[in-house]
């Protein structure tokens, strides 16, 4: 079998698009003929599993308290004893998004986990426990997409070190521009510290309005800026995109499509396309 292909989806700064990319991108490569997982450690919030309609389904199971295994146990030093004692470990995670990818949903154990992880000293220990996860269950999956928290902490980093490819969603802006500048210096920063290579593999620019010439500006200042990481496409404001979130689905699974979601859908796919041709090569 070939590599697993793995990304994170990442940025200091929160609503540009992390999770919505995460959505998209895990249902193109979908259609493209992989198997896809998506891990959600963006917090309780449980965005992904909202994107795709099953939140309802878990926050019972949260509820009736049969949510053991759940993301943040194997995060635990106990992880391997425990997954020992269960027949099928990952299939007690795993969720069908029904449009296509598996997905580990967000819980609330993910909370205490940054401070948690901050009583280990030993550096490689604290943030490849996530790494040590992925390659010893979740080998089956051709690609691993993480969505990860909006801010810096164990957790992200853990993300960051299994997957060494990010993918960041960018609205036009200059402060968001800063940002994005900024992220590029941190992810230098964290590979020297961390001894493996965190490379920015995409930078998208979500949320455009094409007819400004304000955000041509920044196309052309992010293209300058990031040459050869600023994806294809740029994908268009859409009300769909959000709608589709809120009813619990992609633009995938979504019928009547705007103009604007017709061209959201189709800058999601071939940048999809282009993710896989940069995480393979
Ligand atoms: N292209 C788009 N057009 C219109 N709305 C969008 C688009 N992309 C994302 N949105 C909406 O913007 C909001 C924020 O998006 P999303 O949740 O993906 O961001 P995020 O970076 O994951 O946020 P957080 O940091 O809170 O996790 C959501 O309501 C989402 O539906
Ligand atoms: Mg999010």
Do not use: C
Not at 39 to 52: P, R, T, V
Not at 82 to 99: H, M, N
Not at 200 to 227: G, W
């Amino acid at each position: 079998m070939s590599e697993q292909l793995r990304a994170a989806s990442f940025l200091d700064k929160g609503g540009t698009g992390k999770t919505t990319t995460v959505a998209h991108l895990g249902v193109a490569l979908s259609e493209r003929g992989n198997d896809v997982l998506l891990i959600d450690l963006a917090g309780k919030q449980a965005d992904l599993a909202k994107n795709f309609g099953v939140w309802e389904d878990y926050r019972e199971r949260i509820e009736a308290e049969d949510d053991w295994p759940n993301i943040s146990t194997v995060f635990r030093e106990q992880w391997t004893r425990i997954a020992k004692k269960i027949d099928d470990p990952l299939d007690e995670l795993v969720y069908d998004t029904g449009e296509g990818p598996d997905l580990i949903p967000a819980h609330p154990g993910l909370d205490g986990l940054d401070t948690e992880l901050n009583d280990i000293e030993e550096i490689e220990e604290r943030y490849s426990r996530l790494e040590e996860f992925l390659d010893s269950y979740v080998s089956g999956y051709d690609v691993v997409l993480i969505d990860l928290p909006g801010s810096t902490n164990n957790i992200s980093y853990n993300g960051l070190w299994a997957a060494q490819h990010v993918v960041v969603p960018v609205e036009a802006g200059p402060f968001e521009a800063q940002q994005a500048e900024t992220l590029k210096s941190d992810l230098e920063r964290i590979s020297d510290r961390f001894d493996v290579d965190v490379e920015l593999t995409m930078l998208v620019m979500n949320k455009t309005d094409q007819r400004t010439k304000l955000s041509e500006e920044f196309a052309d200042e992010y293209s300058a800026a990031f040459d050869g990481v600023l994806a294809p496409h740029e994908v268009p404001r859409s009300q769909d995109v959000r709608n589709a979130a809120v009813e619990g689905r992609t633009l995938y699974a979504e019928r009547g499509l705007s103009e604007s979601a017709k061209r959201a859908l189709e800058a999601f796919e071939e940048n999809a396309e282009e993710l896989e041709r940069r995480l393979k090569a």
